[in-house]
Nanobody, 117 residues
Framework: QVQLQESGPGLVKPSQTLSLTCTVS??????????WSWIRQAPGKGLEWMGA???????YDSPSLKSRTSISRDTAKNQFTLQLSSVTPEDTAVYYC?????????WGKGTLVTVSS
């Protein structure tokens, strides 16, 4: 059973960079045709896909966030990370990591990140 767990600070100040890590267990992030995504949900809003990294290391960006997001991975630790730069209070949200075989079959529980001074 693949399990994902998000980790990172729960509070970030405006203009700083938000950094989150997703640790995957029960499966390898390099398994063929598996894709690993970051998704967020702001208060009172729907889910927003932020970007993904493929089993091969290829990257996929959300057009609306492309200039501010960076996704990377550490295959030795079986982790992938999200960096979101120049955050504002509008970036306050529950952040999820998810992954699966061409789909988001598995999800982490999510972590709340608040952007506030």
């Amino acid at each position: 059973q693949v399990q994902l767990q998000e980790s990172g600070p729960g509070l970030v100040k405006p203009s700083q960079t938000l950094s989150l890590t997703c640790t995957v267990s029960g499966g390898s992030i390099t398994t063929n045709y598996y894709y690993w995504s970051w998704i967020r949900q702001a208060p009172g809003k729907g889910l927003e896909w932020m970007g993904a990294i493929a089993y091969s290391g290829s990257l996929y960006d959300s057009p609306s966030l492309k200039s501010r997001t960076s996704i990377s991975r550490d295959t030795a630790k079986n982790q992938f990370t999200l960096q979101l730069s120049s955050v504002t209070p509008e970036d306050t949200a529950v952040y999820y990591c998810a992954g699966g075989h061409y789909a988001m079959d598995y999800w982490g529980k999510g972590t709340l990140v608040t952007v506030s001074s």
